[in-house]
């Protein structure tokens, strides 16, 4: 009898236990303070006449529980899809380009748990969006993804006839990413690498400068994915973005230094420690510069501020 009632109690440990270990994995645990940034503010000439759009196509319905570690359940988060339009006279540049045209057949691309416990609602892509401005397509120079998961390829199909920019790793990674990668290899656009030939900028390792004025300055952040990148961009009125990816989902996870809760990353982040690193290097230039303006893909607090076509 007593044996029985011991090895019932030793069972129902067995199943608490897991499920207290994954419910804590939601509390906040903020990462170590980095060392503080000494770098000034770079050099950077935006032309005149440069200007910054926000594109939003669409959201899914999301928590800050998600989002990053110590967010509440209890607080919804639309995670807004959204492109950038960057202005610049030598040729404009769209950074991710959010839901396209095809996005439920781009949905349907992607595995089955994501899509048990994605719901999300569709807006106008971002190439209707320009269409209905009456913007002149030729402008476009390229498409800058911050990496090539399905939300940020979506609408690269609408554009057959821009180069999309990405690093060798990220191509690599759209080559044997499987069904995370589904969508970039469906929209077969014209993909065009580039090397980060430019020095150190703000505390990582390499940089690219696109322009060559210092406008936009892209530099690596692997982790969410192998070839995940950072975009700067320097406005003519002195205004700096750091268009961060999926570095983190919410603004949270750079400014309280909260990961994503393990299920999160174990599903989302090819290399977590990666992202830890990445995470920091953003939180102490936040800190050096807190007129930046953090800008996650996926936090519509952070676009509000750009205007719409
Ligand atoms: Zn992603
Ligand atoms: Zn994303």
Avoid: C
Avoid at 16 to 32: E, I, V
Avoid at 72 to 93: E, K
Avoid at 206 to 230: E, F, K, N
Avoid at 276 to 283: Q, T
């Amino acid at each position: 009898m007593i044996r029985g009632r011991k090895l019932r109690l030793v069972a129902l440990a067995m199943v608490l236990a897991p499920l207290a270990l994954l419910a804590s994995s939601f509390l906040a645990a903020p990462l170590p303070a980095p060392a503080p940034l000494p770098d000034p503010v770079p050099a950077a000439s935006p032309p005149a006449g440069m200007a910054l759009f926000q594109l939003p196509t669409g959201v899914t319905h999301r928590s800050a529980a998600f989002a990053y570690r110590g967010g509440s359940f209890r607080d919804p988060r639309d995670f807004t899809m959204t492109a950038a339009l960057v202005q610049h006279p030598r040729g404009d540049l769209l950074i991710d380009t959010g839901f396209g045209r095809n996005i439920d057949a781009h949905f349907r691309e992607m595995p089955f748990l994501f899509r048990a416990i994605t719901s999300f609602d569709r807006g106008r892509s971002a190439a209707e969006q320009l269409e209905a401005a009456g913007y002149d397509r030729t402008r476009l120079r390229g498409i800058l993804l911050t990496h090539a998961h399905w939300d940020h390829v979506s609408g690269v199909s609408d554009f057959p006839e821009v180069p999309v920019l990405v690093t060798s790793e990220e191509r690599r990674f759209i080559e044997d990413g499987g069904r995370l990668t589904a969508v970039a290899r469906m929209a077969a656009p014209h993909y065009e690498t580039y090397a980060f030939d430019g020095g150190a900028y703000l505390g990582f390792p390499q940089s690219h400068d696109l322009y060559g004025d210092g406008s936009i300055v892209v530099v690596p952040a692997p982790g969410h994915t192998p070839g995940s990148i950072i975009a700067f961009v320097a406005l003519p009125n002195g205004h700096r973005y750091a268009f961060v990816g999926d570095l983190a989902w919410q603004r949270e996870g750079i400014t309280e230094r909260e990961e994503r809760p393990w299920l999160a990353r174990t599903f989302a982040d090819r290399d977590p420690p990666r992202v830890r690193e990445n995470l920091l290097r953003m939180a102490a230039i936040a800190t050096r510069f807190p007129d930046l303006t953090l800008v996650p893909a996926h936090d519509a607090r952070a676009f509000a501020a750009l205007p719409t076509l």
